[in-house]
C-alpha cells in the first residue's frame, strides 16, 4: 500500500526518512491504509536523499 501512495505522490519523505502526507488524504483514508503520521524510514545515503528530494519536487503537492 505504501509504495503505491509513493509512486502516486501521495506520500513521501524528508531528510530525515519523517513521512509526508498529501493533503488529499482524508483522516478517514489515512485510518483505512494504516498510515501513521509518526512514521520514518531509514536514510542509508545520499543518493537517497537526492531521490527523496527530487520524488518531493516531481510528485508531492
Do not use: T, W
Request: charged fraction near 35%; hydrophobic fraction near 35%; proline fraction near 2%.
Amino acid at each position: 500500500m505504501h509504495d503505491a501512495l509513493f509512486d502516486k505522490g501521495l506520500i513521501s519523505f524528508d531528510e530525515n526518512g519523517k513521512i509526508l502526507i498529501s493533503s488529499k488524504l482524508d483522516k478517514n483514508e489515512l485510518k483505512l491504509m494504516n498510515i501513521d503520521k509518526g512514521s520514518n524510514i531509514k536514510i542509508n545515503s545520499e543518493e537517497q536523499i537526492e531521490f527523496l528530494k527530487y520524488h518531493r519536487k516531481k510528485y508531492f503537492p
